[in-house]
């Protein structure tokens, strides 16, 4: 019996072992990958259009105005796709990740653990657009000027995600004030919500890391409220 014992506690270990090496070289990856600037040499816009980039401590998103003479988001997600459109609404954020894991999982309480793995292998995506009214800056909701150009580049990009038209579907979202939408996009563990975030911003150049699979690798770029 005592042979029996050492073999089942070597297979153990070797079972633990494969979980844990995989989770910390990924760790490590995303500490170095997030690490590595893509356009180091922004700075904040004296003049131009403040956005803000938020994050939950696992999923990052991006809040834009509502209106502005670049762009009238109501455009392109209509308000009355939401429960409470008659709000004034000053802000609209944007977000991407797997579609099922999104409409699946509310709450972490929801969490299916079939939807996440079948998430992390592939999946499609979708985009959640939450509205807000006068969103006040914190150390988890940050503002950042970038110039018009920025701005309008950064529109630009998100809105090529959105699926055409005539092949999107709308989801209704977790509250009155937010909705999901059909997108471009395979989510899987190379490309995730939060890779999509700052790939956004690098696309329209704005600093950010290179590869930032975690919410954290994404806010590491974005100033703190009260920094100068």
Avoid at 18 to 25: C, I, K, S
Avoid at 71 to 78: E, N
Avoid at 158 to 178: F, M
Wanted: overall charge negative.
């Amino acid at each position: 019996m005592s042979g029996r014992r050492q073999w089942l506690k070597r297979g153990l270990a070797v079972l633990a072992a494969m979980l844990v090496l995989p989770t910390t070289l990924f760790l490590l990856s995303a500490w170095i990958g997030s690490s590595i600037p893509r356009n180091s040499d922004w700075i904040e816009a004296d003049q131009g259009v403040e956005i803000f980039v938020g994050e939950n401590g696992i999923h990052t998103e991006i809040a834009m105005p509502v209106t502005t003479d670049i762009i009238d988001w109501r455009g392109q997600f209509p308000i009355g796709d939401i429960a409470a459109p008659a709000r004034p609404y000053t802000h609209v954020s944007v977000s991407w990740g797997e579609r099922a894991f999104f409409l699946e999982t509310p709450t972490w309480a929801d969490l299916n653990p079939a939807v996440a793995a079948r998430a992390l292998f592939g999946g499609e995506g979708v985009l959640h657009v939450a509205w807000y009214v006068r969103p006040a800056p914190s150390d988890d909701f940050r503002p950042m000027r970038i110039s018009r150009e920025q701005y309008a580049a950064l529109t630009r990009e998100i809105t090529v995600q959105l699926a055409k038209e005539e092949a999107r579907s709308v989801y209704p979202g977790y509250s009155q004030h937010d909705v999901f939408y059909d997108a471009r996009g395979t989510y899987h563990l190379g490309n995730t919500c939060n890779q999509w975030t700052s790939d956004r911003l690098a696309a329209a150049e704005i600093g950010t890391g290179l590869w930032t699979p975690l919410a954290g690798g994404v806010m590491k770029w974005v100033p703190p409220v009260g920094e100068d």
